[in-house]
């Protein structure tokens, strides 16, 4: 192939090395487009939605009391066991999120400064943007303090150290010792109402990332929307408040 040819092929050509054409692995150039950013910021925002809602789920153990909740700490440790020691499986999980969280993180920041070098262009469809207006303007700031919140809660029941009453071993208590400072029952309050603004959102465009967008489905993917992000919010802030009004002690 000739220079000349390799010049008509365009500005998006691959880069060319000799006579041979030097590609990128396919998923790295998929990702270095709009569109792969989009799916990744869906496939990884899927993936974390499945687990706050396991999580929720989990944590709801608590109204039936300390041995309830404790037990089913102790067999999230044992998963797998005696194949894997215990916790092998459980911090597996816990670093496949947190490299979820990165990718979702990246995805976005990516995509925002793609967006911005580029001419702006509609997202949404005008009658999307008044449905989810108020959570697609916040997206951005509810994702940082749902961050820093996922940090803190990892600080305060998973590793303890922002929590001056923590017990290895010992969920429930350190649940319930945690909720009962009100400082740290209102962080949990606000935070878990903004995760519910961010999932509303999220859930609402993931099918728009997908390819998978039709005004025909605008009323399910909105029910849809609502109905996880309520789901999800409100027994998430009803743990702090049950606490904090002696219904779990």
Do not use: C
Request: proline letters at 6%; zero cysteines.
């Amino acid at each position: 192939m000739t220079q000349a040819m390799e010049r008509r092929e365009g500005a998006d050509a691959p880069i060319v090395n000799g006579p041979h054409r030097v590609r990128k692995p396919w998923p790295v150039e998929f990702y270095s487009t709009a569109v792969g950013k989009k799916w990744v910021m869906a496939i990884s925002g899927i993936a974390l939605m499945g687990f706050v809602f396991v999580h929720m789920v989990g944590n709801l153990k608590m109204f039936l009391g300390r041995a309830e909740l404790d037990a089913y700490s102790e067999a999230l440790r044992e998963l797998l066991h005696p194949l894997m020691p215990n916790g092998w499986v459980l911090w597996a999980v816990r670093i496949g999120l947190i490299a979820a969280i990165a990718i979702h993180i990246h995805a976005a920041y990516s995509l925002t400064r793609m967006n911005h070098r580029s001419r702006p262009t509609k997202y949404q469809s005008p009658r999307d943007y008044i449905a989810a207006n108020f959570a697609s303007r916040t997206m951005r700031w509810t994702g940082v303090i749902v961050g820093f919140y996922i940090i803190f809660h990892l600080m305060d029941l998973t590793l303890g150290w922002a929590n001056p009453d923590f017990v290895e071993g010992a969920p429930y208590d350190n649940l319930v010792n945690s909720l009962s400072r009100w400082p740290v029952a209102l962080v949990y309050i606000v935070s878990n109402l903004l995760l519910g603004v961010h999932l509303f959102h999220g859930s609402w465009s993931l099918f728009q990332s997908l390819g998978l967008n039709s005004p025909r489905y605008n009323s399910a993917r909105r029910v849809f929307a609502v109905g996880f992000a309520a789901v999800i919010t409100i027994p998430n802030v009803l743990f702090p408040i049950m606490v904090l009004a002696g219904v779990v002690h």
